[in-house]
């Protein structure tokens, strides 16, 4: 299924900061956000992962078909690598996690707690989650974050497979991560400075 946004508005703290966006990102595809620090980007994903209702405009295709990574890895710390991954496997109904061990090398790390990995390594289980999910739309952010220059070769991997397999991914990054992906820059949507009237209406 293709998610798509039309016309989308959306808010931080009861104030738009993006309008009028609009994209299609169809099964197969990547699309990577781009756009200085603050612009709006971390709102607009959760926006589409349905963490916040959009101001105004529709958006089709996500709901329960997202998976969604953010700043935090989604870690218990006191569970193995193992088990946290069985953990969100049987919260999404899925099966096997050997696949998601492997492609982000955790293998040799998987009885270790979780609370015990470096920040790098908490990073790559955290990211491996999504492969256990079942879900066939990826909307990360900054999803490198803490990884270095190997485990951003895995994430990239893992990203490949997935578009191969029919699925679809939503990324802000700053970084170039060889993906064959469109780029959508967010600064064009930058919504326009309120003005004292509109200001009072957040608080209606």
């Known amino acids: 299924m293709t998610l798509s946004a039309d016309n989308l ?5 009861g104030i738009p900061v993006l309008e009028a966006v609009s994209f299609a990102l169809a099964p197969g595809r990547a699309l990577v956000l781009r756009g200085p620090n603050g612009i ?3 709102t607009l994903l959760r926006t589409v992962a349905g963490l916040q209702p959009p101001y105004a405009g529709t958006l089709s295709g996500a709901g329960d078909n997202v998976a969604y990574a953010a700043h935090a890895d989604g870690l218990k710390t006191t569970l193995s690598v193992t088990e946290n991954l069985t953990f969100w496997a049987s919260v999404f109904g899925t099966g096997d996690i050997a696949a998601a061990l492997a492609a982000y090398h955790l293998e040799p790390l998987q009885n270790r707690p979780a609370g015990a990995l470096s920040a790098g390594q908490k990073r790559r289980l955290g990211l491996a989650r999504l492969m256990v999910t079942g879900r066939p739309v990826w909307v990360l952010d900054e999803p490198t974050v803490s990884l270095d220059v190997e485990a951003v070769a895995m994430f990239a991997g893992a990203v490949r497979a997935h578009l191969g397999q029919g699925g679809s991914a939503l990324i802000a990054t700053h970084i170039d991560l060889g993906l064959d992906a469109d780029v959508l ?3 064009q949507f930058r919504a326009k400075p309120q ?7 957040v608080f209606l």
């Open 9 to 13: 508005t959306v808010t931080r703290g």
């Open 185 to 187: 820059d967010v600064g």
């Open 195 to 201: 003005s004292a009237d509109d200001f009072d209406e």
């Open 40 to 42: 709006g980007k971390t």
